[in-house]
């Protein structure tokens, strides 16, 4: 389960790898609440640590997931089969580490290493603001997103490393409810919907405390993930990170 989880949330942002594209700068020190533009009515939630408890569900697979973050600096991730952990992750702005237990086995790179062996480019931000149901801003300052607004929502689309991107925010809660991301060259596609909607303890803006993800490769099946929170806290305590590799695990490449 551990593995699969890894592959899914990071394949919802590099999904589109087999197309050939130039690449973007994966590189970037600005956070993604700091790249909204003012006419973007999404309101991105604010702490600087936060743990989330929750289940995956994956296929006919479901496991516990617990998560940590530093705001802008680190993500963590454990996931668990029937109370024995099958894995961990640790991700900083400028690496990516996969601890798989299962089969004594780990990966550790960094987000330009994965930016280009998928040619597509990835960002701490972009992973961020997936689990937390953010706006997902663009990689470039220069790339303007098209806003338009159609009853109770918004909608705000751009294109990027020939990417086509389009966010659905709901007006009335200031949170995104949607997002899509199409690559009209492989025919390859991300939806990512944020629903069950709940107000955190000392936090103004409501969190999505479900997360389903679909990927569709070309005319394949789609590949679909659930991500269901039931215990989500921010700013009670500075959290702990802790991530090591064992002897005798392998690298992989």
């Excluded at 640790?90 to 798989?100: C, E, K, M």
């Excluded at 939806?191 to 569709?216: G, H, R």
Aim: net charge positive.
């Amino acid at each position: 389960m551990s593995n699969r989880l890894v592959l899914v949330l990071l394949s919802a942002l590099v999904l589109l790898g087999s197309c050939n594209r130039k690449l973007l700068p994966a590189r970037t020190k600005t956070s993604s609440s700091a790249s909204m533009p003012e006419a973007v009515r999404a309101a991105n939630v604010d702490f600087r640590f936060m743990t989330a408890k929750g289940k995956a569900q994956f296929g006919d697979q479901a496991g516990n997931i617990n998560l940590r973050i530093r705001k802008d600096s680190v993500i963590w991730i454990s996931a668990s089969l029937i109370g024995i952990e099958g894995g961990r992750i640790y991700i900083t702005r400028d690496s990516v580490q996969v601890l798989d237990k299962l089969h004594r086995e780990y990966y550790a790179g960094d987000f330009a290493y994965l930016s280009q062996r998928l040619n597509v480019p990835i960002t701490f931000d972009m992973l961020q603001a997936l689990l937390l149901g953010n706006y997902l801003a663009p990689i470039s300052p220069a790339t303007q997103p098209v806003i338009t607004t159609e009853g109770p929502v918004q909608r705000i689309r751009y294109e990027q490393a020939g990417l086509l991107i389009m966010q659905l925010v709901d007006l009335a809660q200031g949170r995104p409810q949607q997002l899509q991301v199409q690559s009209p060259a492989t025919e390859n596609q991300l939806l990512v919907e944020y629903s069950d909607f709940q107000p955190l303890e000392n936090n103004p803006q409501p969190f999505a405390f479900t997360t389903a993800v679909q990927i569709k490769q070309g005319k394949s099946a789609p590949t679909m993930l659930t991500l269901t929170y039931r215990a989500v806290d921010v700013d009670k305590e500075r959290l702990q990170f802790p991530f090591s590799v064992p002897k005798g695990y392998a690298r992989k490449k």
